[in-house]
Structure formats: structure tokens, C-alpha cells
């Protein structure tokens, strides 16, 4: 994975995740993946816990959430948020990887990874990994972004699709979703639903999703080589219009959601 989630980016994701355009969408993708109490259930990526913990909350008592991420800051943001919530007891949390789960065949209910793919090279492997620890008749859903569907209004629009090509190039995914219907077959699984959940923004305020990412995708786009003073313009130009009238963000999730055959 390019990215590096580390203790600055596991703060950030706190920040941004609690904004209400993100909590919308994972009210959306938990009414898709529709946990049921008593539920085992396995969150790949898990980042700062807000999926993992809300999870916990559907399966009940007698349910249970395990959480994975490859990231120590991340697992630590999470451990936090299960203490605060009381919730020790049903959520469990471990350094593991999408391509390599530890687990027994068959363990769980549901499986869910919410914008984790677009970062593992070799998806077909880790789809293949939630599919084998899924029970017969178990549920994966699945968040993702073809970065295509990014509108974001900008003074020069070539110089905005150079910073975005840059940006987007740190990901081994950028342009999953079209993509996974296939795979999701491949690996051995019946795609029941797909949706489109936009993600808009009308002020890019400090805190919102889009108003976060000006500072992250300029980033992203200066590592992979972008000229520095283009980066700067281009993040001058939509700092400018935060607040005002002439701010405008929005990029599509797209939530699937593949049932494993039973027998």
C-alpha cells in the first residue's frame, strides 16, 4: 500500500469521518449490509473504528465485530473509541492484511471493507480471502471510488485533472467499482445489490471530507512529482472558494454487496 496511515493521518480520519456527508454513508452501507443481532462480522481495513463500532451496536450482545487493519496509529484510534464506547467486549481488533486473513474458513456472517481495495494491488487475492472466511450464505459488502466521478469546481480544469491524475496515482485501485462485478464472481461469490452513494459538499469547511482532502491531495500529487507551484495554485484556487458560493465537491462511492452460495 502507498499510503502511509500513521498517527497525523489516523487523527485527520477521526476529523473527516465524523463529518455528516461520512456518517451518511455508513449509514447506508450498514442498512445494505443489514447485520442482524447475534452476527459475527469482519471489518477489513477498519481505520479508526467508526464502521467497526457502529457494527458492534447492530449484532447485539450476542454478536460479535472484529476489526482489521494494517496500521498500528489506526488500531490504536480504534482501541480508543471501542473503550470509550464500552464495547470491549464485542469488538475484537488485530494488525492483519486484506490478502491475508487469519482466520478459519467459514468464520463469519458478514464481511465488509469500506474504501480498501482501491489501496491492495492484487484485489482478486483479497476478495478470494473474504470470500473463504464468509459462511455459506454470508454477506460482503464492499465501498469503493472510480475516481472518474471526482467534480470538483475549479478555475482551470486542465491543471485540476493533472492534480487529480497525480493524487490518484498513489492508489493500486484507482478505478475499481467498474470493475468488481467480475471480480466478485470470480472469487466464488453472487453480487445481490449495488448503489451509488454520493459524497457532496457545498462549503469544504475544515472538517468536511472535501475541505480535508485539498491539503491530502495536494500532498499525494507533490509525491508523485506533480510541479510543486501547480499543486500550490490549484489548492489556493479551492481554499479560496471554501465557505462561498462558488464551492463545490462531489465524488460517488459505489456499495456492493455479494452473497456466498450456499452448498
Known amino acids: 500500500m502507498a499510503t502511509r496511515f500513521d498517527a497525523q493521518a489516523a487523527a485527520r480520519l477521526e476529523r473527516t469521518y465524523a463529518a455528516p456527508e461520512i456518517v451518511a454513508q455508513r449509514a447506508r452501507t450498514r442498512a445494505a449490509l443489514a447485520a442482524r443481532p ?24 450476542a454478536g460479535r465485530v472484529v476489526g482489521i487493519d494494517a496500521s498500528p496509529d489506526m488500531l490504536a484510534t480504534a482501541a480508543a473509541r471501542r473503550a470509550r464506547e464500552g464495547l470491549t467486549g464485542r469488538v475484537a481488533l488485530a494488525a492483519a492484511d486484506a490478502g491475508r486473513l487469519p482466520f478459519r474458513d467459514a468464520a463469519f456472517d458478514f464481511v465488509v471493507a469500506v474504501q480498501v481495495y482501491l489501496y491492495v494491488a492484487d484485489v482478486a487475492r483479497a476478495l478470494a480471502e473474504a470470500a473463504r472466511v464468509l459462511r455459506p450464505g454470508g454477506r460482503l459488502a464492499v465501498v469503493d471510488t472510480d475516481w472518474d466521478s471526482c467534480v470538483w469546481l475549479t478555475a482551470d480544469r486542465e491543471r485540476h485533472g493533472r492534480i487529480l491524475e497525480a493524487s490518484i496515482a498513489e492508489f493500486a485501485q484507482p478505478h475499481l467499482p467498474p470493475r468488481l462485478p467480475r471480480l ?8 445481490t445489490a449495488v448503489e451509488a452513494i ?7 469547511t475544515p472538517g468536511s471530507y472535501s475541505g480535508d482532502m485539498i491539503a491530502v491531495m495536494r500532498a499525494r500529487a507533490l509525491r508523485q ?9 490549484w489548492a489556493a484556487d479551492l481554499r479560496g472558494r471554501v465557505g462561498g458560493p462558488d ?6 462511492r459505489y456499495c456492493f454487496v ?3 452460495p450456499a452448498g
Request: aromatic share 8%; proline share 7%.
Open 38 to 61: 447475534g452476527e459475527r462480522g469482519l471489518d477489513v481495513g477498519c481505520g479508526p473504528g467508526f464502521l467497526t463500532c457502529e457494527l458492534a451496536g447492530e449484532v447485539g450482545p
Open 184 to 191: 466478485l464472481g470470480a472469487a466464488g461469490l453472487r453480487l
Open 198 to 204: 454520493p459524497v457532496v459538499d457545498l462549503r469544504g
Open 225 to 233: 512529482h506533480a510541479a510543486p507551484a501547480e499543486a500550490e495554485a
Open 247 to 252: 464551492y463545490f465537491f462531489s465524488v460517488n
Open 258 to 260: 455479494a452473497v456466498k
